[in-house]
């Protein structure tokens, strides 16, 4: 059991240092950035303290998932699976449950605590043996796989929504519009085979526009039900309804592009950086998307072959 960790540990250390961080440097920056944003988000929305419990799960769940712990289990035998997979989300914990117990959440912090070793003993299936019907084409394939990973999300969002609507919360509301504009950025996390960049046979430029305008598309889809709601109900404050909504849609423009300025290898740790000192200073983001886009443009020449 302890070789499992040395070898994750040597395998995240390599990772850092291909980002061109030394392994000491990239985790302190790292647990800088992670108490920035967190301050950032308490300072924010009086609904931080979920949204912490939610990222740590979203972690949590995707190290649950039902071939990871087959493969633990059939390598180590089940009582050393169940002692990995403890440590592993305490590990995932620590941070989040730490951010908690700062902000005088002892009761959060202590479900949090109790739910990580919990999540550890069950695995959770990312398929299923029937296909979810989408309201998307099957371009691009992201939004199509990542809404059949992740669709018990968006009827909890619609019904915060209509639980902000009946107490008069409009924060709720916000809340909820947030809660699928970062699911919609997860679809964007890791690149798909070259052959189905090169497969579509179109100019650099073209290729990432049309990527950007579906993704947009998509977004606002998912988003409408909240959208309708909260104009009807505060109609007043259709300004910062909008303005979050664009917000989410240029910070999906950026996922998209980082996700390409990296390809074929998946989002670094320095770009990983990058996207979250844009969070802590939104104003970024007008330069931040020309940058990935630049980057993105020069590295899907090779595939392409154009002489953009």
């Known amino acids: 059991m302890k070789d499992y960790f040395v070898l ?32 950032y988000i308490f300072h924010k929305t009086e609904f931080a303290k979920y949204l912490v419990i939610l990222v740590c799960f979203s972690f949590q769940f995707k190290l649950s998932e039902n071939r990871r712990t087959d493969f633990l289990l059939s390598t180590f035998g089940d009582k050393s699976k169940n002692k990995i997979r403890v440590l592993e989300n305490l590990i995932i914990c620590i941070p989040f449950f730490s951010t908690l117990i700062h902000k005088n959440l002892f009761l959060e912090a202590v479900i949090l605590f109790i739910c990580s070793i919990t999540i550890a003993l069950f695995s959770f299936r990312t398929s299923l043996n029937f296909t979810i019907p989408t309201p998307f084409s099957k371009n691009p394939f992201e939004f199509l796989t990542g809404f059949r990973k992740t669709f018990l999300i968006f009827p909890l969002a619609y019904a915060l929504t209509a639980i902000a ?40 430029k073209s290729f990432l526009k049309k990527k950007i305008i579906i993704a947009t598309k998509n977004y606002i889809l998912l988003t409408i039900p ?57 104003p970024l983001i007008l330069v931040v998307i020309p940058y990935f886009y630049t980057k993105s443009i020069n590295n899907l020449k090779f595939i392409f072959n154009d002489k953009n």
């Open 226 to 282: 909240i959208l309708i709601g909260l104009l009807i109900f505060y109609p007043i404050k259709f300004d910062l309804i909008l303005l979050f909504l664009f917000i989410g849609i240029l910070f999906l423009w950026t996922i998209v592009l980082a996700k390409y300025s990296a390809y074929p290898d998946e989002i670094h740790l320095t770009i990983g950086f990058i996207i979250a000192f844009t969070i802590l200073f939104p």
């Open 165 to 204: 609507i009946n107490v008069d919360n409009f924060n709720l509301g916000i809340f909820s519009m947030l809660l699928i504009s970062i699911t919609t950025l997860s679809y964007y996390s890791k690149p798909e085979e070259e052959y189905y960049v090169w497969v579509h046979a179109d100019t650099t």
């Open 8 to 39: 994750q540990l040597v395998m995240n250390n390599r990772k850092t240092k291909e980002a061109g961080f030394n392994p000491v440097l990239g985790y302190l920056l790292g647990l800088i950035v992670f108490v920035l944003l967190s301050e």
